[in-house]
């Protein structure tokens, strides 16, 4: 028997208990002073019918499924803060023709490497 169904018939038997016992002194309250106790003991029956319901509640609920964990899912081992992400990096180099001889060269030089010339 699980926990919920248990509790359902223990709140049952309670608060038909709560019920009976307080019905029986509002009984006898009504009966001895006419009906001066009665919004004494009104409270405690309420009390007693809403035990009776909440057991009821807790007998008709359907049962919690606990979620299903994936497979190889090891809660001892945190998941990573950041996923690891592969990024490639492409460079383009540029070069400079020299306008006399036509050898490639590096922008950033001020003459050809190959005949001197000014770029």
Same mark, same amino acid.
């Not at 309420?46 to 057991?55: E, S």
């Given at each position: 028997?699980?926990?919920?169904?248990? &509790?359902? $018939?223990?709140?049952?038997?309670?608060?038909?208990?709560? =019920?009976? $016992?307080?019905? !029986?002194?509002?009984?006898?309250?009504?009966?001895? =002073?006419?009906?001066? @106790?009665?919004?004494?003991? !009104? +409270?405690?029956?309420? $009390?007693?019918?809403?035990?009776?319901?909440?057991?009821?509640?807790? %007998?008709?609920?359907? +049962?919690? &499924?606990?979620?299903? %964990?994936?497979?190889?899912?090891? +809660? !001892?081992?945190? +998941? /990573?803060? $950041?996923? /690891?992400? *592969? *990024?490639?990096?492409?460079?383009?180099? *540029?070069? *400079?023709? @020299?306008?006399? @001889?036509? !050898?490639?060269?590096?922008? =950033?030089?001020?003459? @050809?490497?190959?005949?001197?010339?000014?770029?």
């Amino acid at each position: 028997m699980n926990n919920e169904r248990a &509790q359902g $018939i223990a709140l049952i038997a309670f608060g038909g208990f709560w =019920t009976l $016992i307080t019905l !029986a002194g509002l009984t006898g309250c009504l009966e001895s =002073t006419g009906g001066g @106790c009665a919004l004494f003991v !009104a +409270p405690f029956v309420l $009390i007693g019918v809403l035990l009776l319901g909440l057991g009821a509640f807790h %007998l008709l609920r359907p +049962p919690v &499924q606990s979620p299903q %964990l994936p497979a190889g899912f090891n +809660p !001892a081992v945190p +998941p /990573p803060l $950041i996923t /690891p992400v *592969v *990024v490639r990096e492409t460079t383009e180099v *540029v070069r *400079v023709r @020299c306008r006399y @001889c036509g !050898a490639l060269a590096d922008p =950033t030089t001020s003459a @050809c490497p190959s005949c001197g010339a000014p770029l």
